[in-house]
């Protein structure tokens, strides 16, 4: 009996794999890749001041950054991670968390030396010595505690003022066009709002017509499909919201 209860089960295992399988392909059906960076060494990168921890390529002219023992990319709207900053890259479904504490101007503050008139007397870190040593460096706060980021007479910005600067990179990143043209692909109309702009095109039947003042409020709309992209993430980066 038990070697039968043990057969059923792997049997259910076998199918309920593939259809597993099946069910991400097509989740992530219309989603391009983004097109390669070709390095000719590994990069070399930069810890950016009042982040925790997030790190940039200065030298490639896109959002290419690694954060919490992933790789980032920003691409065309989409947002992609990577344990390897050359290769194997998969569609992210939400803004990372890290990315509303990133200055927008930080390759001017680079290119100057300068962080909001300070002197950053930045670090060039080698691949090598990143991987080897990003979470202890985490962990222990060895860049905001001990090194102030490299600049000079500067502690960070207080909680209040971070948290104001976060909100208002939010709502610069909604106002971005490629942002806007992938959330209206993301959420389309439900068919409840359809069929609510339907009727109001089409008006009621006319035996149902009555009174202009016994009907101010107009027909009920549909329920708004609430989208994740605008907030910084909100879900822990070790797999969720991941499309393969």
Known sequence: MKKLLMYVVLVALVIAAPASAMAQVTVSVGIPLPPPIVFQAPPAVVVLPDTPDVYVVPE?????FFYNGWWWRFWDGYWYRSHYYDRGWVYFNHVPRFYFDVDPEWRTFYRNHDWHGHPWGYERITNAQLQRNWSTWHSNGYWQKQKSWGVQG??????????????????QYQQRPEVQRHQQVQT???RTQAQGRQVERQGPPAQERQPQMQHEHGPARGEERGGEGGRPEGKSERGEGERR
Do not use: I, L, T
């Open 60 to 64: 490639v002219d896109v959002d290419f």
């Open 154 to 171: 500067y502690h960070g910005r207080p909680a209040q003022e971070q948290q104001a600067m976060r909100q208002q990179r939010q709502q």
């Open 188 to 190: 389309p109309p439900s």
